[in-house]
């Protein structure tokens, strides 16, 4: 069988340390092109990783069997919707837009074009991470859960080795926000009310009521001191209560997600951190979010 031709929208960090790498090293698929905001940047990228670089977006999308996309989620958005429309299958980053109505256009230009969709939460695609998810989705009975994310990208005694200016402005509640609830979503079901509050710097707590009747919380920053930085995920239920195992990145995660939109190119089956469950994550951060303004 051929390999996916992928095409790599973006030229950040994000794209040239994580997806350029991964791509051009994965055996299941072929780094077909590199295009970016800055052509100088794609084409030392490109030339890095032995691919070339596109100087017009829509010749690679032509170009290309599948999109990733590494670039900011308002600027991803419509040009996923641009790719998926000529035949690209998508592995896009989370959120996949900062607008209900950006994602909502994304996930119905997906449907029209009928192409697989894969959105890279990183912890759904990590291995030990992702088995303790599907394992306390099958035990059931659980009372409530949390998520805290305390990330130190912008504290003064942190380190920003993936920062950019969306993730300053938008804050916590839109970069890791969404990790947080790809952990709490598919073990208690649907978000049905949230409540949210700001705390120290960009720091945003949530409150959340789920569709199994359980309740959960979540912890969102990018500004806590580096010296009290990390991520818990933790149950309580019927069964006790459980702690997410440590998880270091490793890069498994990445190929993963390539794998998996592989296979769901092949096979035409829905994956679980599809677009449509990109949206619903949007939606509720974007509940959130107006919960902030109403206080």
């Not at 989620?73 to 429309?85: C, S």
């Not at 192409?115 to 659980?142: N, P």
């Not at 960009?202 to 969102?220: E, K, M, P, Q």
């Not at 009290?228 to 997600?257: F, H, K, N, S, Y």
């Amino acid at each position: 069988m051929n390999r996916l031709r992928i095409g790599l929208v973006g030229t950040g960090p994000w794209a040239s340390a994580t997806y350029a790498p991964a791509l051009a090293r994965h055996p299941g698929v072929e780094l077909g092109g590199i295009w970016g905001r800055r052509p100088e940047a794609a084409a030392e990228l490109a030339d890095a990783h032995g691919t070339r670089a596109f100087s017009d977006v829509d010749a690679l999308f032509g170009a290309s069997d599948a999109v990733a996309f590494a670039v900011p989620p308002d600027v991803q958005a419509p040009l996923a919707a641009r790719a998926a429309a000529a035949g690209c299958h998508l592995l896009l980053d989370k959120p996949v837009a900062t607008t209900v109505e950006g994602a909502r256009e994304l996930a119905a230009a997906v449907e029209r074009a009928a192409m697989a969709s894969v959105v890279f939460f990183t912890l759904r695609f990590a291995a030990v991470t992702s088995a303790w998810v599907t394992e306390q989705a099958a035990a059931g009975g659980w009372f409530t859960g949390r998520a805290d994310w305390y990330g130190a990208f912008y504290a003064p005694d942190g380190d920003a080795p993936y920062s950019s200016p969306w993730r300053a402005t938008r804050g916590g509640l839109w970069d890791v926000g969404p990790h947080a609830l790809s952990m709490l979503l598919p073990v208690l079901g649907d978000v049905t009310a949230v409540t949210a509050a700001t705390g120290p710097r960009d720091t945003v707590h949530l409150i959340l009521r789920h569709s199994g009747g359980a309740s959960s919380t979540a912890a969102l920053s990018l500004t806590a001191p580096a010296k009290c930085a990390g991520l818990t995920v933790e149950l309580r239920g019927e069964g006790g209560t459980v702690v997410m195992p440590a998880w270091e990145e490793t890069g498994d995660a990445i190929r993963t997600a390539v794998d998996e939109l592989v296979a769901c190119a092949s096979s035409g089956r829905a994956h679980p951190c599809d677009v449509r469950f990109g949206l619903r994550v949007t939606e509720i951060l974007a509940q959130a979010e107006e919960s902030l303004t109403a206080t």
